[in-house]
């Protein structure tokens, strides 16, 4: 019996040790493939981190983590095998990637557009359009934003839009107190989809725009899945999503170009007519493939951040009372001081939001809707002693710099009180990212509060 023990016992021992020769083998083939033909010299100045699995790479952990009530174990994990050095080397999106944590280390990405430009997985791309600020080169998209950001996000469309929003947030409002319990995240992406749909196309119609919602909540499932075009896979649906879409708006394009050239002019002027008629300073105006992926772009970041960031805003609120007393205070306080003729918010009272500003700086702050953005090396670059080697993907964390308990004392706890005479430094606080392509929703005092100001019953 003894030997016959001994026997198993080495037998165990020899399939653990293949499995574990397996294992390890498995684990090396993105460095063989990505790493061992940089030269000892530049692998010796790589950040420290992890390859993952072959293909995969690190997504999978990602992706769990993100699933979880932990997200941030993801990050952690690096952390605790590697320590606080703030530059990770990871295989994800399927590429050989470096994430970057650290403010400066991000202020260098996100400025330098020497060293760095997008690098958005070709997924992503694909999803969004070529022809959209993701996927452009640097002299498209500084040509696309300067003619598309005075439409999107100047003050006069603010003006123009300004009471639709505020009475359509307040019927909304009046309309779920009489419908009991509700699903809160589903109703609020229907009420910014129905605002944004009207400012960009101004229909109104409640199957048209719940066939659009839809198709662009299978399309923003694709965006931040794995690029598997499968049926069955969120990849697969999200690009059928893009045809769909995509369509839909060519037809309104078509439209809108045939009652111009039967000069039978638009009963308003919406954001696609806006979009339809800037020209730069050679006259050229946008295509029809810019105008639709412009549109996909705007109405996919809309439509998500405006319904996630309003839940999270609100949900911090309800559970800080005091928070939600002095905010809305502040909303009663700028009502008493009307005349007895106005009607409804002005941009000047917007700008008076002192408290709400800050309310919705921490938001952004703790929640990070956009974790990070994409973008790759050009050449060789030395970023905080490491080097990103050209090529790879840059991965700029927003997460950890807001979560950074060096900058924000007890970081996870929401307290809009922080930003009382507190002015961060420069990467401390990004979340429409920063450089060149900042995000041209990034306006602190106007797009966003009118929104969120009206949810306060005055």
């Known amino acids: 019996m003894d030997w016959e023990l001994g026997y198993r016992e080495v037998i165990v021992g020899c399939l653990s040790g293949f499995l574990g020769v397996i294992i390890w083998v498995l684990r090396s083939v993105n460095w063989w493939y990505y790493e061992r033909k940089l030269g000892e010299e530049m692998r010796y100045k790589l950040p420290p981190g992890d390859f993952g699995w072959p293909f995969i790479g690190n997504m999978w952990s990602f992706l769990r983590a993100f699933k979880s009530s932990n997200p941030d174990s993801f990050i952690s994990s690096f952390v605790t095998r590697f320590g606080h050095t703030g530059l990770y080397k990871v295989h994800m999106f399927g590429s050989p990637s470096i994430i970057v944590t650290k403010p400066e280390a991000c202020r260098r990405v996100l400025t330098d557009d020497e060293a760095f430009k997008p690098g958005w997985p070709s997924s992503t ?114 690009l059928k999503a893009r045809k769909k879409l995509v369509a839909t708006l060519q037809s309104v394009v078509d439209q809108r170009r045939e009652q111009r050239k039967k000069n039978q002019p638009a009963a308003k002027k919406d954001m696609m007519d806006a979009l339809m008629d800037v020209e730069d300073e050679n006259g050229r105006r946008l295509n029809d493939d810019e105008i639709i992926d412009v549109l996909v772009m705007y109405l996919n970041a809309g439509h998500e951040s405006s319904g996630h960031i309003t839940m999270w805003a609100t949900l911090f609120l309800q559970n800080n009372p005091d928070i939600f007393k002095r905010a809305k205070a502040e909303q009663e306080e700028i009502v008493r001081k009307r005349s007895p003729d106005q009607k409804g918010l002005t941009l000047k009272e917007v700008r008076q939001m002192v408290y709400l500003d800050k309310v919705i700086d921490e938001t952004l702050r703790v929640v990070t809707f956009s974790l990070m953005v994409f973008r790759e090396a050009k050449k060789d670059v030395n970023i905080c002693g490491y080097t990103i080697p050209q090529g790879w993907k840059v991965l700029v964390w927003f997460r950890s710099v807001h979560l950074d308990p060096e900058t924000y004392v007890e970081p996870k706890k929401f307290d809009p009180s922080r930003w009382d005479g507190f002015t961060p430094k420069a990467a401390n606080f990004l979340p429409f990212g920063g450089g060149s392509r900042l995000c041209p929703g990034n306006d602190p005092c106007q797009a966003r509060n009118c929104y969120f100001s009206s949810l306060f019953p005055t």
């Open 125 to 238: 791309v694909n999803l969004i359009g070529k022809n959209s600020f993701i996927g452009i080169s640097d002299e498209d998209h500084r040509r696309l934003r300067k003619l598309t950001a005075a439409p999107v996000n100047g003050h006069e469309s603010l003006s123009m839009y300004l009471r639709y929003i505020e009475d359509n947030v307040v019927t909304t409002l009046d309309k779920w107190a009489n419908m009991g319990q509700i699903e809160f995240l589903t109703e609020l992406r229907k009420l910014t989809f129905k605002i944004i749909i009207y400012i960009f196309l101004s229909s109104e119609s409640e199957p048209v725009m719940e066939a659009l919602e839809r198709e662009y909540t299978n399309l923003n499932y694709g965006v931040r899945a794995m690029a598997i075009n499968i049926p069955g896979f969120a990849y697969h649906k999200a």
